[in-house]
């Protein structure tokens, strides 16, 4: 099956910062991969996804680059704000998928 | 677009006993999800519907757990004889699959704490 590693499992970063969260998985044949926000007591919530076909995805201070080759994909935000501070998870799976491997998190705090 | 709700939020119950957990997803989506988290570690895939029809499952789920999605809409999920170990945080998401693929969308989960 698919095995996900996600790092750093922290992240302190100053408001205004940018912050990088990389994470590498073993299937060659996943070409889906969302990244998830989860606030405490809330569950994940989509922030943003590319497929294997698009090397680079940008939404506004968010952006998720993957390399097929090196099977490896990492999330960017820039400008950072205090409500980013969140736990930030990968995934990789199918697109036409019936599940998801996850990542283990990243806590990114952001100081004022 | 009500999002995925799940009932309770949070149940507290002794080891041995039973719980049921249910799942009402998106209105239109025919994909239903569950997975489990524990506590520092990502959401792990239990298992899976596509309508009414449970199409896989994961070997994290024991005999002890079942789930149903009677008539392709709401899902329960229900832990018999619960043990320590049980206690996670237990999350439903759905999505609409077909040729309209698309993302999955989380509830806030039930939290079970086994005393």
């Known amino acids: 099956g698919e095995n996900v590693e996600q790092h750093p499992s922290t992240l302190s970063v100053q408001e205004g910062d940018s912050a990088v969260i990389k994470c ?7 070409n ?3 990244w998830y926000k989860q606030e405490l007591g809330k569950g994940p919530q989509l922030i943003i996804d590319i497929r294997s076909n698009v090397g680079e995805k940008k939404d506004q201070r968010i ?12 999330l960017h935000i820039t400008e950072t704000q205090p409500e ?3 736990v930030y998870f990968c995934a990789a799976g199918k697109y036409n998928f019936n599940k998801f491997y996850f990542g283990s998190g990243t806590k990114l705090n952001v100081k004022p | 677009d009500t999002g995925v709700s799940q ?3 949070h149940k507290i119950t002794k080891r041995g006993q039973n719980v049921t ?9 025919n994909r239903l999800y569950w997975y489990r988290q524990t506590l520092g570690q990502g959401p792990e895939f239990l298992t899976y519907f596509q309508n009414e029809a449970q199409l896989e499952k994961s070997r994290l789920l024991s005999d002890r757990f079942s789930a149903e999605r009677p008539k392709g809409s709401f899902s329960t999920l ?3 004889r619960t043990e320590q170990g049980d206690s996670a945080m237990y999350l439903c998401a759905s999505s609409l699959g077909g040729q309209l693929n698309q993302p999955q969308h989380f ?3 039930t939290r079970l704490s086994i005393l």
Do not use: M, W
């Open chain 1, 63 to 74: 952006a998720v680059t993957l390399n097929k080759t090196a099977k490896h994909f990492s």
């Open chain 2, 107 to 109: 509830g806030d989960g």
């Open chain 1, 32 to 34: 889906y991969f969302p």
């Open chain 1, 84 to 86: 980013d501070s969140a």
């Open chain 1, 24 to 30: 590498t998985y073993s299937d060659s044949a996943s």
């Open chain 2, 7 to 9: 009932d309770p939020r």
């Open chain 2, 78 to 80: 229900e832990i018999q």
């Open chain 2, 21 to 29: 957990f249910r799942c009402d997803p998106i209105s239109e989506h």
